[in-house]
């Protein structure tokens, strides 16, 4: 195959194909992928392609897709060619014949958790044309029973992890809390837009292990005395009210924790108590960090929800002068509503606890950093600014 008929790893098709692939998104979506960059067709290009980015250059990697995903992706690619006429790559009929000799299924192996790359893709525009994409490597589970779901990626966390990669100067410069943060993903992405202080917090030990371990696997320090980031063991229905107090966050988030009508009225004690402080000491000036700090390089989009920090007991928006003389904490929440009862509930405590929660999903939409993400479903999220009012 000549060097000049080569796909481009950085057209939109190959970045979505690869994107999609190291996500480990249903791999129908990636004969779709693989089509489009073939024009139709998987062509011996295109399984040029397949294989040198996705399966040859991941084989030996620690953090790659199972074997088994990839055994599942290469009987589809092969299938495909096959009906298509066109004769399939040798190295595609070996790696698939390796893996139906050598591959058990990941449960049958005792196997239940997988890494996935999740990788942000930057719309090419002047204000981040440094930046192209974000990549954050995460163990997680594919075991949705058996009590593994604090390991899983959730879409509101998606969602919310695309709000702040959106609208970095909200957070940087901000002390973070996150309530129930399951594998981290937001709290990384947080690290990526230099929040001042990002805490993360979980009352399952084994999710809080996972959590610790994917922050290695993004290359951030915990526990020094220096440290930008912390991880804490926090059952909500133990948590003290001095211990809350002493955290004084910024902004507190929250991603698909409005589940359960039994830990609601912990969830809301929790919550009141970290927004009910105020904070004297002034609002930080924001910074804007460019590529060279190892940040992203986004300025206000369209729709701006800069202002959303600062709002005042009327819902009204204030100027940041006004709100650097009183500032409380606000919060954050992106929500799968799975029951309209449990949520009903939430909003029915918020209002005992004194608590204005803001529907702000139209309003305040992020920037769409997942287009190859085909599994992710916004339209099924709602976003909620909330404040003690």
């Known amino acids: 195959m000549e060097e000049d008929s080569k796909l481009d790893p950085d057209t939109q098709e190959c ?17 779709s992928f693989a089509r489009e960059c073939g024009k139709g067709l998987i062509t011996n290009q295109v399984q040029d392609f397949i294989w040198q980015y996705c399966i040859n250059k991941t084989m030996n990697e620690d953090n790659r897709p199972s074997d088994l ?22 190295e595609l009929y070996e790696q698939f014949s390796y893996y139906m000799t050598s591959v058990k299924d990941d449960f049958e192996r005792g196997n239940s958790r997988v890494y996935k ?22 163990q997680c589970s594919v075991n949705m029973l058996e009590g593994d779901t604090g390991c899983s990626v959730w879409p509101s966390s998606l969602f919310l992890s695309e709000f702040i990669l959106s609208h970095p100067d909200i957070f940087s410069n901000k002390s973070c809390f996150e309530v129930g943060s399951g594998v981290g993903l937001v709290g990384i992405s947080l690290a990526y837009v230099k ?7 979980d009352g399952d030990l084994s999710t809080l292990a996972n959590m610790k371990h994917n922050l290695e696997l993004n290359q951030l320090k915990m526990q020094t005395k220096m440290s930008q980031i912390e991880c804490k063991h926090l059952p ?5 009210e001095e211990e809350l107090q002493g955290f004084k966050p910024d902004i507190v988030l929250g991603a698909d924790v409005i589940y359960d009508p039994l830990c609601l009225p912990d969830l809301l004690r929790v919550l009141t108590n970290l927004l009910s402080q105020k904070i004297s000491n002034g609002c930080t000036k924001d910074k804007l960090y460019d590529a060279g700090d190892d940040a992203l390089l986004l300025k206000t989009t369209p729709n701006d929800c800069n202002s959303l920090e600062s ?15 009183e500032r409380q904490p606000v919060a954050y929440f992106a929500t799968v ?8 509930c939430f909003m029915k405590l918020a209002n005992e606890a004194h608590l204005s929660v803001l529907d702000i999903t139209e309003s305040c939409k992020p920037l769409n950093l997942l287009p190859y993400m085909r599994s992710y479903d916004r339209t099924s999220i709602r976003f909620f600014r909330i404040n003690f009012s």
């Open 311 to 325: 709002v005042d007991h009327d819902n009204k928006f204030v100027s940041q002068p006004d709100a650097a003389k």
């Open 337 to 344: 509503i799975r029951n309209m009862e449990t949520f009903d």
């Open 236 to 240: 909500w229905e133990s948590a003290s």
């Open 117 to 138: 790359r999740i990788s942000f893709l930057f719309p090419n525009v002047s204000s981040c044309s440094r930046v192209e994409k974000v990549v954050i490597p995460l």
């Open 195 to 201: 929040a001042s202080k990002i805490i993360l917090t």
């Open 69 to 90: 995903y990839v055994k599942n992706f290469l009987k589809k690619v092969i299938v495909e060619v096959e009906s298509s006429s066109i004769e399939v790559m040798d």
């Open 15 to 31: 970045l979505h194909l690869i994107s999609a692939f190291l996500a480990m998104e249903p791999t129908h979506s990636l004969i």
